[in-house]
T-cell receptor, first 110, second 117 residues
């Protein structure tokens, strides 16, 4: 079983739509969780950290369910510029390296 | 935010030659840097963890004699692909960990696209 699993997509949605991505992780000792965004042929960039209480940053909302070992990302009012691959990332402890999911590809259509 | 640079951004080399890629943290010290490889439409795969002043820790299946890593200072790590072959063609990305905060956030370099002909 992969340490971090994501639905690869692709998700093709119209502008203005709401889209949700899910991610599961296998190690219950995982402590830190992130969503990264990667544009084509570019490096990953941190989109947001994910906290147990859930957190929101503008149109983006991240949720963490430790009991189910499940992380989600919700994007509201999708923009064309949101088109990218979204990577679910888990860190078992702060001192260990990040473990990346395979990414979910999103294309927002005009 | 913190900045990590990589050089070169793109390199084309002939089979059998060696290529060195530099990763620098520009405005923070990084005792740990990571080297990843990414094939088209695939996720990042960690190759090795580079610790300043000590030997790198390689992931299973990564040949340490082929991918030489040197982390001589708190702001510079280098990856040398020795005797490159076409199957080494890939996108190589480094990241550096900022140890100053609790979250130990990692910052990624812009990547180096290697093509071996």
């Amino acid at each position: 079983r992969k340490e971090v699993e994501q639905d690869p997509g692709p998700f093709n949605v119209p502008e203005g739509a709401t889209v949700a991505f899910n991610c599961t992780y296998s190690n219950s000792a995982s402590q830190s969780f992130f969503w990264y965004r990667q544009d084509c042929r570019k490096e990953p960039k941190l989109l947001m950290s994910v906290y147990s209480s859930g957190n929101e940053d503008g149109r983006f909302t991240a949720q963490l369910n430790r009991a189910s070992q499940y992380i989600s990302l919700l994007i509201r009012d999708s923009k064309l510029s949101d088109s990218a691959t979204y990577l679910c990332v888990v860190n078992i402890t702060p001192a260990r390296q990040l473990t990346f999911g395979s990414g979910t590809q999103l294309t927002v259509l005009p | 935010g913190a900045v990590v640079s990589q050089h070169p951004s793109r390199v084309i080399c002939k089979s059998g030659t060696s290529v060195k890629i530099e990763c620098r943290s520009l405005d923070f010290q990084a005792t740990t840097m990571f080297w990843y490889r990414q094939f088209p439409k695939k996720s990042l795969m960690l190759m090795a963890t580079s610790n300043e002043g000590s030997k790198a820790t390689y992931e299973q299946g990564v040949e340490k004699d082929k991918f030489l890593i040197n982390h001589a200072s708190l702001t510079l790590s280098t990856l040398t692909v020795t005797s490159a072959h076409p199957e080494d063609s890939s996108f190589y990305i480094c990241s550096a960990r900022d140890m100053s905060g609790y979250t130990y956030e990692q910052y990624f370099g812009p990547g180096t696209r290697l093509t071996v002909t």
